[in-house]
């Protein structure tokens, strides 16, 4: 499985910083389980990652 999705906002930023190259490989996102956790609200953002 992928790490949490937010750690790649901050992988994201460390890449512009140092001016490499940004890849994350995103699988098993279980939108379900973020809002379980309180962790995101019913957005688009979670409709989108429901759709994917």
């Not at 949490?4 to 910083?17: E, M, P």
């Not at 994350?24 to 389980?33: C, G, H, K, M, V």
């Amino acid at each position: 499985t992928s790490p949490q999705f937010f750690t790649a906002c901050a992988a994201y930023v460390v890449s512009r910083l140092k001016r490499i190259p940004f890849i994350f490989e995103l699988r098993d996102i279980w939108p379900e389980s973020i809002k379980a956790v309180g962790a995101m609200e019913d957005s688009f953002a979670i409709r989108f990652f429901e759709k994917i």
